[in-house]
């Protein structure tokens, strides 16, 4: 069983592009979590999502930033007119269970962006 | 505002048992508490999750008092292996948001 994928592993984007971060969840799981890990800082809660919904997105930035989990494909992040506070590791979990009871979520290895 | 913390840094030698402490004031009733390692340039890694009293598995023991206020990882007969960043993990009492605790940095001596 595959684990939780993400592509790209490391992004390279001038100030003003957009970046697009791609989450592939365990096999089975229906859950799909954000995080943002800044440079030598603890990990910070994004986003939940369901496929085709947006359970909670209190943690993300109101502009810029958005969030899907459509029925068929990968979770994508986008980040449009990247900044350089945008440099982190951004890492997505997944979860076979219904969210409010807190199941073992798995980590993916991260995708790296860096804002030039 | 949910507040989870973990003291910032240890150090302990091969072979000792180490317990890290994270506080966790606002846990919701049917939250569990999740313990997650972390190596440079890696994601985190689950190691143990419970919701009361004691868990064990074949790499960690998890603690958690009658309050569930805090909990306590206990790693025994740590290795240099071992260094890394250690992490809870609990949802925020009435959302579906998760926090992370402030990492705890362990280092393995010889």
């Known amino acids: 069983n595959a684990g939780v994928m993400q592509n790209p592993r490391h992004l390279v984007r001038r100030r003003g592009q957009e970046a697009r971060l791609r989450c592939s969840p365990m096999?089975?799981?229906?859950?799909v979590y954000w995080y943002r890990q800044l440079p030598e800082e603890g990990l910070k809660f994004m986003v939940y999502?369901?496929?085709?919904?947006?359970?909670?997105e209190s943690g993300m930035p109101k502009e810029r930033f958005s969030a899907e989990f459509p029925k068929e494909g990968p979770s994508i992040l986008r980040i449009q007119q990247v900044v350089r506070g945008d440099s982190a590791a951004y890492f997505c979990?997944?979860?076979?269970?219904?969210?409010?009871?807190?199941?073992?979520?798995?980590f993916g290895p991260g995708t790296r962006l860096t804002v030039t | 505002l949910a507040k989870t913390t973990q003291p910032i840094s240890m150090d302990s030698y091969e072979g000792q048992e180490v317990n890290i402490t994270c506080s966790h004031n606002?846990?919701?009733?049917?939250?569990?508490i999740t313990w997650y390692q972390q190596f440079p340039s890696q994601g985190p890694r689950f190691i143990i999750q419970?919701?009361?009293t004691k868990v064990t598995n074949e790499v960690a023991s998890l603690f958690i008092p009658a309050d569930r206020k805090s909990s306590t990882l206990s790693l025994p007969r740590v290795s240099l292996s071992d260094t890394a960043v250690y992490y809870c993990?609990?949802?925020?009492?009435?959302?579906?948001?998760?926090?992370f605790g402030t990492g705890t940095r362990l280092k393995v001596l010889a």
């Open positions: 096999k089975g799981h229906s859950h």
């Open positions: 419970g919701y009361k």
């Open positions: 999502l369901q496929k085709e919904n947006i359970i909670d």
């Open positions: 979990a997944s979860s076979p269970r219904e969210g409010r009871e807190v199941y073992e979520q798995y």
């Open positions: 606002n846990i919701a009733t049917n939250d569990y």
């Open positions: 993990l609990v949802g925020e009492g009435g959302t579906y948001k998760y926090i």
